[in-house]
């Protein structure tokens, strides 16, 4: 069984950068694709970015693309969210999920099938 295990998160002030580290326990080898999702207080999940194991192919929102970036160490295969610019508005508990086959709908929660704890991360203004 693999599971994702976020870290790197806390409390930052605006304008901040933080790194998101997954790491996925289990056979990673198997592990196709990672993706990161976030759920702000009182709105719903929201994807942010996916990558595929070859480390090249990502998926974005819009709305983060640019800002954020992704990227996957191949000695460990712990995938990176790297978020810059940071303000309050990105506040949010952040998810890493995981499958171990390609997905078509990498932008929807319910298409992956390992789902991380989630991690906290505050923007203070």
């Known amino acids: 069984q693999e599971q994702p295990i976020e870290s790197g998160g806390g409390l930052v002030q605006t304008g901040s950068s933080l790194t998101l580290s997954c790491a996925v326990s289990g056979r990673t080898d198997k592990t196709y694709m990672i993706g990161w999702f976030r759920q702000a207080p009182g709105k719903e999940r929201e994807f942010l970015a996916a990558l595929r194991r070859n480390g090249v192919t990502t998926h974005w929102r819009d709305s983060v693309k640019g800002r954020f970036s992704i990227s996957r160490d191949d000695a460990t295969g712990t995938v990176s969210l790297q978020m810059r610019d940071l303000t309050p508005e990105d506040t949010a508990v952040y998810y890493c999920?995981?499958?171990?086959?390609?997905?078509?709908?990498?932008?929807?929660?319910?298409?992956?099938?390992?789902w991380g704890q989630g991690i906290q991360v505050t923007v203070s203004s």
């Open positions: 999920v995981a499958h171990d086959e390609w997905v078509i709908n990498w932008s929807t929660w319910d298409a992956y099938k390992f």
